[in-house]
């Protein structure tokens, strides 16, 4: 009985955490210091951060299946734009915990994937 009793408690606790974070919203996730960049995005950054991801499966989808390579939601544009140059005035790597990727996921725990295939620095092909 013990066991059930203990079991019960842990998914009450649960729901509960689950029901606070649903119910917190937008909003609630950390946030790492954005930096502001020079020019326009294809989107205003609030839409970006939620949506970016999308964009990019959709994109990725376009060019692999369909042979259709548009500028406007490439990753290669991504990186360009947002190229954080390090002490040697050269981009840096993904390796590196100040690349612009890095500075939301690590912060969201949110594992890149993309550059083990694409490069993660601008004008390098991979």
């Known amino acids: 009985m013990t066991g059930v009793r203990t079991l019960l408690i842990a998914l009450g606790l649960a729901a509960a955490a689950v029901t606070g974070v649903l119910a917190a919203g937008e909003g609630t996730a950390p946030s790492p210091a954005f ?37 406007n939601h490439s990753l290669n544009a991504c990186v360009t734009c947002h190229a954080v140059k390090g002490d040697d005035g050269h ?9 612009f990727c890095r500075t939301c996921h690590d912060t969201t725990a949110v594992r890149v994937d993309c550059f083990s295939c694409h490069t993660s620095t601008p004008g390098v092909a991979k």
Request: charged share 30%.
């Open 35 to 71: 930096r502001q960049w020079p020019g326009e995005c294809v989107a205003d950054a609030p839409f970006m951060r939620r949506n970016h991801m999308d964009l990019l499966k959709h994109q990725r989808d376009d060019t692999v299946h369909g042979g259709i390579r548009p500028a």
């Open 91 to 99: 981009p840096v790597t993904v390796a590196d915990s100040r690349h």
